[in-house]
Structures are given as structure tokens and as C-alpha cells.
């Protein structure tokens, strides 16, 4: 308590001259440092820093300090260090602490030890469980997670940090769905997501397969936020997967159940893109059945539309190439 009020006075205290403003930084600097260690080094002293007067003084020191790189990463790793226990996760959400991780993100890019430290924190707080993730913004962490990666391409850390925060960020965000149902917005985040890191074969396949689970619970999020588009992007990128084609017509299906959206399903392009992955993967039974269940419904109002797309030799192959009755039928 005694570091804490002193430290916090340090904060508070106007940086009067250039020399004097560098010893309080180093001061600030090397105490965060030891706190930080302390706790890694005992977890009976991280019992003791669990405490709401800590985290408060990181958030002063981070609202002070906003651009001050060597002070905010020692803070950051203290932080990081204290939410590994379920109590600092609780204390640090119930302060708005995700709030404050994002603004530090955003105003300061350039940091890459920065970043990648942050993103680790906002990881963590993944596995705080359904109670308190029901309080976050989701849409504003993927962003976050995101911008790291963009601003910091190149930079194999930050990248191998990134894809876990998503993943851990994609397995929270689909119990806590569950639990409370999808909120506005959500679903146009995953789609923005699977573009942006289309890339990256492990991500792209989570994230279509989460909205094609959604699709299946929430199909009016889902065909509202752009989750159809999404699909047939999906099953037309350079780097798709007969997975990334499996949940992609399992999403178009569960739309196409509402024959009220049938229409606009076949005017983006998901009767293409269907016969394209039988094309891709005439011998896989998920994709076959999902896409043979799709066109069924699609092709219902129309059915003159499968030669406009050359779908015959697509199915015909399906035919001969599938060796499951249940697909047969299908075709049939």
C-alpha cells in the first residue's frame, strides 16, 4: 500500500524538468518491474496484489503515462501477470479494464513489445468465463486483435500472438452466445474477421465454422450481418479448405431454409459457389450433402438455373465419385 500511494504520487505529480521527468520514469519503470516480478516469483504476494487499489494505479499510470513506451510495458506485463488468476480478471473487467487496454492499443501502434503484451492480457481474459464475458465488446477486441496484426504484418511474434488471442477470443465468444445470444454487430465483426485473415488457413476455417453454427441458431443475424456474402467470398479465396467448404454450405443451407431469403441467396452468387465446391470436392461427403441439401432448396423456384451454372457435370461427378448412398439420393 505504501509503494502504491507513492507511486501513485509520482504519477500525479507534474514532470517539472526534463531530468527530473527522466528519474521519475526510471523510478516508476523499475518499481512496476519488481511488483511484477514479486508476483511472478510467490503466488502467495500476486494474492496480496489482487487488490482494486493496484489495478487503479495501473490505470492512472496508464492515462499519465499515455505515451511514455518503457512505463506503459512494465504496467502492461503487470497487469498481464495479475489477471492470470481468476480474482485479477474479475477486479481488472469490473474496472472497465478492457476499455483501457484497447485506448492503450490504439495510441501506441508502434510499440511491438506493447502490442504483443496486450494482446496477451485481452487472451487471458477469454478464459474468465461466461459471467464476466458477458460484459465484453467482442467486436471491439477482434478489432483490436486485428489492428495489431495489421499494423505490425511482418513481425512473427505479434502474428503467432494474434492467432491465439482470436482463437481463445472465437472459443469465448461461442459459449457466451450461447448462453446470452447473438448481440448486434457481432456477426458483421466475424465476417470483416474471416476477411481480413483469409490468409491464415487455422483462423479462416474457426471462423466459418462458428458462422455457420450460428446460422443454424441465429439465421437472422447471420443473413442480416452479411453472413451469406461472407460464405461465398469464403468459398471463392485462393486459400480455401474442404473444411472452410464444408461450414460454408452448412451456412448457406440454414439460410436457404426461409424460402423468403432464397432469392437473394441466388443472386450473390451461393447456387456458383455450391457447385463450385462439388467441383473442388465431388468425393467429400459433408461438402456433398451440405451443397446437395442447399441447391435443393435453391434450385426449388427455378430449377433451369442449374444449367446456367453448369451444375450437371458437377453433380454427375458427385455421382460417380461419392460412394454414400445418402448422397445418391441426393443427386437423385
Known amino acids: 500500500n505504501t509503494s502504491c500511494r507513492s507511486l501513485s504520487g509520482s504519477a500525479a505529480t507534474t514532470l517539472n524538468t526534463p531530468r527530473r521527468a527522466e528519474i521519475r520514469v526510471e523510478i516508476i519503470t523499475a518499481a512496476l518491474r519488481i511488483f511484477t516480478s514479486l508476483c511472478q516469483d510467490n503466488p502467495q504476494v500476486q494474492m496480496m496484489f489482487l487488490d482494486e487499489a493496484i489495478f487503479a494505479l495501473c490505470f492512472q499510470i496508464f492515462s499519465v503515462f499515455a505515451y511514455i513506451t518503457e512505463i506503459l510495458v512494465e504496467a502492461i506485463r503487470l497487469v498481464s501477470t495479475l489477471t492470470t488468476d481468476y480474482r485479477g480478471k474479475v477486479l481488472f473487467t469490473k474496472q472497465n479494464g478492457i476499455d483501457v487496454i484497447l485506448k492503450v492499443m490504439s495510441s501506441n501502434t508502434g510499440s511491438v513489445s506493447l502490442q504483443q503484451d496486450c494482446c496477451r ?63 448486434t454487430g457481432e456477426v458483421r465483426t466475424m465476417c470483416e474477421a474471416m476477411l481480413f485473415f483469409q490468409c491464415n488457413v487455422t483462423l479462416y476455417g474457426q471462423l466459418s465454422m462458428l458462422l455457420g453454427e450460428l446460422a443454424t441458431t441465429h439465421s437472422n443475424f447471420v443473413f442480416k450481418e452479411g453472413g451469406a456474402q461472407a460464405a461465398v467470398d469464403a468459398m471463392s479465396a485462393d486459400s480455401v479448405t474442404e473444411f472452410v467448404f464444408t461450414c460454408s454450405s452448412k451456412l448457406i443451407w440454414e439460410l436457404a431454409k426461409d424460402e423468403n431469403r432464397v432469392s437473394s441467396l441466388i443472386s450473390i452468387g451461393c447456387v456458383t459457389s ?11 461427403f459433408d461438402v456433398a ?44
Open 121 to 183: 492480457v485481452l487472451t487471458q481474459l477469454t478464459t474468465a468465463g461466461n459471467e464476466i464475458h458477458d460484459h465484453f465488446d467482442w467486436c471491439a477486441i477482434l478489432a483490436a486483435l486485428a489492428e495489431a496484426k495489421k499494423t505490425h504484418p511482418m513481425n512473427p511474434t505479434i502474428g503467432s500472438v494474434v492467432i491465439q488471442g482470436v482463437l481463445s477470443v472465437l472459443a469465448a465468444y461461442r459459449g457466451c452466445a450461447e448462453q446470452r445470444g447473438v448481440r
Open 274 to 284: 455450391l457447385f463450385s465446391a462439388l467441383r473442388y470436392y465431388p468425393a467429400s
Open 289 to 332: 450433402d451440405n451443397c446437395l441439401s442447399a441447391l435443393a432448396l435453391l434450385l426449388a423456384p427455378d430449377p433451369t438455373i442449374i444449367s446456367e451454372n453448369s451444375g450437371f457435370p458437377a453433380i454427375l461427378e458427385v455421382l460417380r465419385r461419392s460412394t454414400h448412398k445418402s448422397v445418391h439420393s441426393k443427386v437423385m
